[in-house]
């Protein structure tokens, strides 16, 4: 299947500082979503984005299909976004394959 | 309220024992899925369904299974054969097995086996 590699494995952030996650891919995807995964388990959905670049408030990504690689920007972090983030990607007709995630901490 | 329900939240069972996961969506999705994540690590499938009473398996489905009986519908049993199924436990659906669909988590379900 196709690899998925996310960095950095751990990230330490004070409240309001900006940051920028990474996910590296293996083949050529149509399906990519990113993920917020809760201290309590819970996944949400962030984005879903195969290209192009998208922004949802304080977030957004940007995908370089080409050289495949896809960003997850967050700016003006709080300790709600604490958790890890997950991308995840797809070719035609098969289910998602995650990433082992970046786990992030904000702290006060 | 739409979504996707698991249950039980926790389980506890004896090595040897097989054991059934819930899974209900009322989103009307035809595709579910179960994966398994481990401490520190990223999910794992084990099975998807794209229809009722069909489904595949994912990169780790030796010692589970599943049925698809109703769209609403995909429990998972982790059977004895399963070396070491202490983790936890996501089921997951979407509008379809294709690219542009949103893919949607229950709360899991956390699995011990002593």
């Known amino acids: 299947g196709i690899q998925v590699e996310q960095s950095p494995p751990d990230l330490i952030l004070q409240e309001g500082a900006n940051s920028t996650l990474r996910c590296n891919f293996s083949?050529?995807?149509?399906?990519l979503q990113w993920f917020h995964q809760n201290p309590w388990g819970q996944l949400i959905n962030l984005f879903y984005?195969?290209?192009g670049t998208k922004q949802n408030g304080r977030l957004s990504a940007t995908t370089v299909a080409t050289e495949r690689y896809s960003l997850l920007y967050i700016s003006s972090s709080q300790t709600t976004d604490s958790g890890v983030y997950f991308c995840?990607?797809?070719?035609?007709?098969?289910?998602?394959?995650f990433g082992k995630g970046t786990s992030l901490l904000v702290t006060p | 309220d739409g979504g996707i329900t698991q249950s039980p939240k926790y389980l506890f069972r004896k090595e040897g024992q097989n054991v059934t996961l819930s899974c209900e969506q009322n989103?009307?999705?035809?595709?579910m899925y179960w994966y398994r994540q481990d401490p520190g690590q990223g999910l794992r499938l084990i099975y998807y369904?794209?229809?009722?009473?069909?489904?595949q398996k994912g990169d780790i489905a030796e010692g589970y299974s599943v049925s698809r009986e109703k769209k609403e519908s995909f429990p998972l049993t982790v059977t004895s054969a399963q070396k070491n199924p202490t983790a936890f436990y996501l089921c997951?659906?979407?509008?379809?097995?294709?690219?542009?669909?949103?893919?949607?988590f229950g709360e899991g379900s956390w699995l011990t086996v002593v």
């Open positions: 984005i195969p290209s």
């Open positions: 995840a990607v797809a070719d035609s007709g098969y289910a998602l394959n």
């Open positions: 083949d050529s995807v149509n399906n």
């Open positions: 997951a659906s979407s509008l379809g097995v294709r690219s542009g669909n949103t893919i949607y």
């Open positions: 369904s794209q229809i009722v009473n069909d489904f």
């Open positions: 989103l009307n999705h035809d595709a």
